[in-house]
């Protein structure tokens, strides 16, 4: 796999799921898939809110093309377990970032995680934002902020953290949040495992301002997906 994981948003192409299951059956094959995958301690509670999400996600999908993911499965471990991975790794840093969340991965997950820590979800489709903007209401997700346009240089609003497993380049994705991270604020970019090339190029491009302090390489447990989690951190005490 190469270092380029999320496939973009693609109009035209709207899938549909052939079933929304219902609370308990959700509940009943996520419990199920956790405890096969790794993470059988996983709250209750925080399970609960990821099934709700799911039939959120799910039912929208029907109408309005937010996820290129409809089976349930697929959302388990490649949406649900690939985000919550991340705060297995690492620590992160809040007022928290999500740069390209899509329909809402990896934030709604994390701040299901860590709901009283400030988030920041950024995305450019207007369907997705709609759909997010839902999502926070129907979930009654507090101190959750929608930003609905690309991220770029002009983006000021300071934050200590951003994660993104978009499909940009570390550099690239550096130079879009540069003038809104705070010094010693940390980059969280979710990453196939042949990004070499990406950490070359952000060294020779930044130097010591963004330095690696984190290098993760993981799979998703029991699974044959590999995966890396780069973490940058701006030089300067926050």
């Not at 094959?29 to 039939?55: A, M, S, W």
């Not at 471990?77 to 919550?84: E, P, T, V």
């Not at 994705?173 to 950490?199: A, R």
């Amino acid at each position: 796999m190469q270092g380029k994981r999320k496939i973009p948003f693609q109009k035209g192409k709207h899938r549909k799921p052939e079933k929304v299951y219902s609370f308990q059956e959700a509940d009943n094959r996520l419990y199920d898939l956790f405890r096969h995958h790794g993470f059988e301690d996983f709250p209750h509670h925080e399970r609960h809110r990821l099934v709700e999400f799911y039939q959120l996600l799910m039912t929208h999908q029907k109408t309005d093309n937010v996820t290129r993911l409809i089976r349930f499965r697929d959302i388990g471990i490649k949406h649900f377990i690939d985000s919550l991975m991340v705060p297995r790794l690492t620590t992160l840093s809040f007022p928290l970032l999500d740069k390209g969340t899509g329909p809402g991965f990896p934030g709604i997950p994390l701040k299901i995680l860590f709901p009283k820590e400030r988030m920041i979800l950024a995305e450019g489709v207007r369907k997705r934002v709609d759909f997010l903007r839902a999502v926070r209401e129907e979930m009654k997700l507090k101190n959750l902020d929608l930003v609905g346009r690309k991220i770029d240089e002009f983006f000021e609003l300071p934050i200590n953290g951003v994660i993104t497993r978009a499909v940009e380049s570390a550099s690239q994705t550096i130079d879009s949040v540069k003038n809104s991270l705070q010094p010693g604020g940390k980059i969280f970019l979710m990453k196939g495992p042949n990004v070499d090339h990406e950490i070359v190029e952000v060294q020779q491009k930044y130097g010591d301002e963004f330095q690696l302090v984190e290098d993760h390489h993981y799979e998703l447990p029991k699974t044959p997906h590999q995966r890396r989690l780069l973490v940058y951190q701006r030089s300067g005490a926050q």
